[in-house]
Structures are given as structure tokens and as C-alpha cells.
């Protein structure tokens, strides 16, 4: 665990030394503990994990913001303790232009709507099964070097919770705007899949140049 950071979390430090992080965000009604499976299944040596946990309780899980259509007071106020708890961990320990934020559902909201905002450029953005709040409001208030920023984003076109055409139409717009996202889709629910995770990781490996796992077999 990191010390004094704002946010509850499980910290999984690197096989291999080294000042990248991947800041990862879970989903409505999940916590850090849900992703605890990412080092090894990335096997990344040199990435360091921070799983963060949203602050609402939310059934046995967590939640990041309220229901729809109240998201947007959870999505200020977090955004806030993310830009502070990102600051902090940028300030000395990790370095922001080689590290990543990864987000699915409502983590991948907060990736997008907060990430795009943020002032620092981090090495990358993925964000899996989500949708975005604003995307015309996002395109004016974004930091202007993230539009040519690593982006990757990633649906399932048989997601029973968030519909796809709603997310890929976001994305599309958002790509108008001259923001450069690659967009991916997967015959999945509302879920990560094999395949995915696959490409998320020689995603991750051509934007960082990651050490990688010799005992990793996709």
C-alpha cells in the first residue's frame, strides 16, 4: 500500500523495478480486489499496479458515481481525488509518460472524462466496456495535447449493460473532433475476454516497451 494516497487501494509492485504504473479503475459493484488477476495475466515485469477502490458502497462492491441520470456530481467530485492522488504518485515515485490508465465500466468513464481533463500525458488510456458522459462538452475541456494521445478503447457488440451502438456512436464523435482513439470491438458482454486482453497487452507492449514475463503464455 501506498502511503497517504486518497483513495483506498492494493498497490502490486513490479518483478523488475521501474517508475511505470498502470492505474486501473474497476466497474459498478466491483473493488481493487477484481483486478487483482491483471499482473499475471498481462505479465508485464517492469509495471508496477495500483488498484484503486471507488469511495460509494455499492450492494457488496463499490461504485464510482450515482445512477444515471445522476452521474455527473460523483464524476466532479472524483475526478477531483484523482487528480490528487495521480499528482501525488507522479510527483516523485512514478513517472506519467510511462505509465497507463485502464478503466472498465464506470472505470472507463472516469478514464475518459477525467484522463482526458488531466494535465499531465501518460504513456497510455484504455478504456473497456464504457461509455462517455459528455463527449461534445469532453472535446471542449480536454487538455489539447491528449488528443493526439495512445488511446485505446475497447466494446463488446452484445453487452447487456451499457449497448454498444451507444458507446461506438460516443467514440465517433469524439474521433470527429479530431481526438485519435483507436476503437475495438469483441463479440462479448459486459465483460474482458481472452482475446481482448491479448491485444490490450501487445497494445501496452508497443506504447512502453515493457519487459515482459518469459514465462507468459497467452
Not at 509495471?47 to 452521474?71: C, H, I, M, R
Not at 460523483?74 to 477531483?80: A, V
Not at 484504455?126 to 480536454?142: F, P, Q
Not at 487538455?143 to 494521445?149: D, I, M, R, S, V
Amino acid at each position: 500500500m501506498l502511503v497517504d494516497l486518497p483513495l483506498k487501494h492494493i498497490f502490486i509492485a513490479s518483478k523488475i523495478p521501474s517508475k511505470k504504473v498502470m492505474i486501473v479503475l474497476h466497474g459498478r459493484g466491483d473493488s481493487s480486489q477484481g483486478f487483482t488477476w491483471m499482473p499475471e495475466q498481462l505479465a508485464l515485469d517492469d509495471v508496477n499496479y495500483l488498484l484503486l477502490d471507488a469511495p460509494y458502497d455499492y450492494f457488496t462492491g463499490k461504485s464510482w458515481y450515482e445512477l444515471p441520470p445522476n452521474q455527473l456530481e460523483g464524476i466532479k467530485d472524483f475526478s477531483k481525488l484523482l487528480t490528487k492522488t495521480l499528482d501525488m504518485l507522479f510527483e516523485s515515485k512514478f513517472d506519467a509518460d510511462k505509465s497507463f490508465l485502464f478503466g472498465f465500466s464506470q472505470g472507463s468513464l472516469l478514464t475518459f472524462e477525467f484522463g482526458a481533463r488531466y494535465e499531465k500525458v501518460l504513456a497510455g488510456y484504455i478504456a473497456v466496456s464504457g461509455y462517455i458522459y459528455d463527449a461534445k462538452l469532453l472535446l471542449k475541456e480536454m487538455n489539447p495535447a491528449l488528443k493526439k494521445g495512445n488511446w485505446l478503447c475497447t466494446h463488446g457488440t452484445h453487452d447487456d449493460v451499457l449497448p454498444f451502438d451507444v458507446s461506438k456512436s460516443q467514440v465517433e464523435i469524439l474521433q470527429k473532433g479530431g481526438f485519435e482513439i483507436t476503437f475495438k470491438s469483441y463479440p462479448k458482454v459486459h465483460t474482458i475476454v481472452e482475446e481482448e486482453l491479448i491485444m490490450i497487452r501487445d497494445w501496452i507492449l508497443i506504447k512502453a516497451k515493457c519487459s515482459v514475463s518469459k514465462t507468459h503464455h497467452p
